[in-house]
């Protein structure tokens, strides 16, 4: 019952963030310079009277909590306003883009703490070695790098010089048509593969810096040291007893990771001609597409929130200690 | 504590490179083979690969890209030390509205806070330069400032809470000394060190953005050489002339590794207790 009151305030902090975003978002859209219909008013045909009618038409002249109100209601309504380059809703165009975010995200998220659990936990099983000093230095220069040049730098190797791999795109424009539906997956997959790849080992570098710890501290506890002296194998010990308990304070880490995996994105997904959120946004931004790029950062921050509020949940689901609180 | 820093042996080389790049950057007049703006043949000299004279070949329009590379060094160090200053200054004045203001206040603020960190930076970031079309190199230093504060001001908060209601602070309030003569005395000192940490990881961070920034075109404006718009110049030419893509990226994650010592060895400096 505690726990459900938690969660409540939860979404209730989360709504509250989403709206200090949508306020900044508005406030940032308001102070930009420029008049709203400069691009109109130099028109010939438009008449100062046209021109003042059209203000009156979007809102212009309304005093600015009154417009502020507007925008907030429109949002709400699903009407994003239009994208000046695209000619058609905002939320269209970032529909369209999302599920090859979403895909990205999710494969790079796989990446990252597959790699980064395996390499944290082989370090913790032997701390102070040569080969966790090794692996160390790994994980430092992982999280170092560039996203984006690493994403060159696999397409260069893996792409061009060795052709393992496409260059970009999501599929290939002209087999992938023609292919089976097995066939089209692994096509699929294929053009995943590196972008998903430069996103995600980015990340592993930190969080197998947080497994390492994680583990360690889990195998100094009491239970540990309890398990080994009733006699249960190094083995079961370590994949039954300490894994999962290190496990836990990692996994809350996906939360955390959202947003510079999204903003990770929008470089890895420029490289490799991904056809998503940050490679829409950032050709919104090249075009001065306002509409769109607000449109793309309000989507941003709302799918981090909604992150963290189900990162919270899963966390109170999977640690007893959380229910009772 | 400063003995114990300086034998960590990681501090001590990540802060020798750390020093040792400040010195090429500064020194760059000085060290750089050829003017970074020179584009002595451009039909005969662009894109050679490296060698004697052109030790990381030359790009495109025939400039020798080691040369850019210790300008672009200055600019990209520079963007995010200024960057990291503002974020500094920002961050600690209102961790320290925050953590001396009434509970109202701290409220407010630590929601903002919140917000702020749940912004997608790079999102924000676009949306700001999308908007102030053609900003300066100051404005984009103001506004990488103005992205990069959060941390610390949680940092100063909690610092100012713990050492609120220490005895000495609450004596030296009993004496009647002023708000920020307290701060001056008992505060600033104590939250230092942990502010010096965040500060070595921050810069890192805000050159990874810049660079990120400046290769999507929005960041440093192209004939001005920082290593991101160096990069973006090159994935062009990737097979062709792989090392003007290279170069710049490996001065980044060098930059951001040693930065990362430092900020490492100071934080186990800070809390032994961490040291595993």
Known sequence: MAGFTAFVRRLAHGALVAFAVVTVTFALLQLAPGEPLAGVAESPYASPEVIEQMRRNFGLDRPIHVQYARYVRNLLRGDWGMSFAQRRPVLDALADALPNTVVLGLAALLVNFAGGIALGSIQALRPRSALDKALSAVSLVLYSLPVFWLGLMLLLVFGQVLGWFPVGGVVDPVTHPSLSPIGQALDRLHHLALPALALGLVGAGSTARYQRAALLEVLGQDFIRTARAAGLSERTVVLRHALPAALLPTITLVGLTLPSLLSGAVLVETVFSWPGVGRLTVNAVLQRDYPMVAGAALLASIAVVAANAVADLAYRLADPRTREA | ?276
């Open chain 2, 1 to 276: 504590m400063r003995s114990g820093w300086w034998q960590h042996r990681a501090a001590r080389r990540g802060l020798l490179l750390v020093a040792a790049l400040t010195v090429l950057a500064l020194a760059a007049p000085l060290l750089a083979p050829y003017d970074p703006a020179a584009q002595p043949d451009v039909v005969g000299g662009q894109l050679l690969p490296p060698s004697w004279e052109h030790p990381l070949g030359t790009d495109l329009f025939s400039r020798d890209v080691l040369s850019r590379l210790l300008y672009g060094a200055r600019v990209s160090l520079s963007i995010a030390g200024l960057a990291t200053l503002v974020a500094l200054t920002v961050g600690t004045l209102v961790g320290l509205a925050a953590g001396f203001g009434s509970p109202g206040v701290d409220a407010v603020l630590m929601r903002l806070v919140d917000a702020g960190l749940a912004f997608p930076r790079m999102f924000l970031l676009l949306l700001v330069l999308a908007l102030w079309e053609g900003a300066s190199t100051a404005a984009l230093i103001v506004v990488l400032g103005l992205t990069s504060w959060l941390p610390t001001s949680r940092l100063v908060r909690a610092e100012v809470l713990s050492v609120r209601q220490r005895d000495y602070v609450l004596a030296a309030r009993a004496l009647g000394l002023e708000p920020w003569r307290i701060v001056a005395r008992h505060v600033l000192p104590n939250v230092a060190p942990p502010i010096l940490v965040s500060a070595a990881l921050g810069v890192g961070q805000i050159v990874l953005i810049e660079a990120g920034l400046s290769f999507l075109g929005v960041g440093v404006p192209p004939p001005t050489p920082s290593w991101g718009n160096m990069i973006a110049d090159g994935q062009h030419y990737l097979t062709r002339a792989p090392w003007l893509a290279a170069a710049p990226g490996a001065a980044l994650g060098l930059t951001v590794v040693s930065l990362s010592l430092v900020a490492e060895a100071m934080q186990d400096a800070l809390d032994p207790r961490a040291t595993t």
